[in-house]
């Protein structure tokens, strides 16, 4: 059954223009988000998962300050931040 979702013209024109630019249509591109956006659920076990691999094959003194440094680093990457280096620097060489 289809169904009618209601956006505004900006959001219509910009989801129109994206799916124009893939060579699919709206319906496709709409799908297509919905399909790859991960729930918080899902978000929470891919972060355990990464960090049990992590614990197990990389770093098995992997500490919650270490998680909370990689997060804010994550964060800052994502909005373009320049970062000056990298909290606790001596911690990169322990792994090797």
Not at 17 to 25: D, P, Q
Not at 54 to 82: C, F, K, M, N
């Amino acid at each position: 059954m289809d169904t009618t979702i209601k956006v505004d013209a900006a959001t219509r024109d910009r989801l129109s223009l994206v799916a124009r630019e893939r060579g699919i249509t709206m319906r496709e591109l709409v799908t297509r988000l919905a399909c790859e956006k991960l729930t918080q659920d899902e978000l929470q076990r891919r972060g355990d998962r990464a960090e049990e691999y992590v614990r197990t094959r990389i770093a098995p003194d992997l500490s919650h300050q270490d998680l909370a440094d990689a997060e804010r680093i994550w964060r800052a990457v994502e909005a373009g931040e320049a970062l000056e280096g990298l909290p606790h620097p001596d911690r990169r060489t322990r792994a090797a």
